[in-house]
């Protein structure tokens, strides 16, 4: 049986975005089904045993017979070796290549607007640079789309999940709408039914454990 | 027979850090012979041809008996895939989730002082946040390097290639010599015979390339 960690409830600024969605969504795709562990945020988080399982005392952390692992983009990877939907064999290093890029090249342009209103940065020079240099990456991005409807090829695999996610955070910006290929590459992937389910389930989630006034 | 690009010459501030090195410590640690293909930094990165290959205009890419690559992260696992000096058998899943914790848990955490510098965040909340949000990062990793000697075991993997290098970023700061079990983790790896080889052969080709005054 799988087993997964997500938060109980997290404020709505966030909803939609709490990284289990990648995990939920790779596991809806694949058909296999899973068990939620919910986690109060909070002392729980900074359990020795807690952090046995997440070393950064975040969600997700997966669980599957005796094996435990943490770090949303590895579970998803880990998850898609067991299913053709989400990796065909004969694609794995691309599957890879795409998934480590939505991860890296593009989430550190991406996750750069969000961290600096987080930090307080002000409307100026520092935060047009951060936007130029997301802008850059979702242009060379939507390029490699023009040639075909997801990032790795043809059809959907698990770099879709880890790059369209990576894409939701920029969802309080006009980013990804400025960017046409990107924004209809972004609504594609959003659309499939595997996604909706794990929205739905995570929304659910945190409104039933909502703080009551 | 592999083949990688890497910058012809790049400036002082950045030698040590393109990710070019990554990919050679990985197949120096490998053992396997490759073939260097440099780059002049310029509109030979913006060519078609260029784009194809690394989408970024970027380097490293990677070629391998027609299998093309990019993103220095997946580029290391699939080199790790092929050896057990990277990757053991037993310990793939670990591997790749401590590849992807340096690559995004921890990398965006480090890369956010670095980015801000460069995007002319001056001092003050803003940088001081940040430097907090790595510092967090590194104390989670350094609590975790207090059991083994390597990120992933007591021996030494692909997934120490990736945070080791991960951690250099912070070179201009004194985040990782003030987390002692960091910095002496980072000591280790790069104390590394690949490691040394790898950095000579990048700084080599700058030296042989600087431009003349």
Chains 1, 2 share one sequence.
Not at 2 to 20: C, E, F, N, Q, S
Not at 35 to 59: C, H, I, M
Not at 180 to 205: E, F, M, N, S, V
């Amino acid at each position: 049986m799988i087993r997964m960690t997500a938060y109980k409830w997290v404020p709505t600024a966030v909803h939609g975005l709490v990284r289990d969605l990648r995990v939920r969504w790779a596991l809806e795709e694949a058909g296999l089904p899973y068990e939620v562990q919910l986690v109060e945020r909070g002392p729980e988080q900074a359990t020795a045993e807690f952090r046995a399982w997440q070393p950064y005392g975040q969600v997700p952390a997966y669980e599957e017979d005796g094996l435990t692992l943490f770090e949303s983009g590895a579970i998803v990877l880990h998850i898609a070796e067991k299913s053709e939907a989400l990796m065909p064999k004969t694609l794995r290093a691309q599957v890879l290549q795409w998934s480590l890029a939505a991860l890296n090249s593009v989430e550190m342009a991406t996750m750069l607007p969000m961290l600096m209103r987080f930090g307080g940065v002000p409307d100026g020079a520092p935060r047009d640079w951060a936007l130029d240099f997301c802008r850059a990456r979702l242009r060379d991005t939507a390029a490699v789309l023009k040639d075909r409807d997801y990032i790795v090829c043809e059809r959907f695999t698990a770099a879709d999940i880890l790059m369209a996610t990576v894409l939701s955070e920029l969802r309080d910006t006009d980013l990804v709408e400025k960017e046409p290929g990107i924004a209809a590459y972004h609504a594609r992937c959003l659309a499939r039914p595997a996604y909706k389910k794990a929205l739905a389930d995570q929304l659910r989630t945190f409104a039933e454990n909502a703080p009551t006034a």
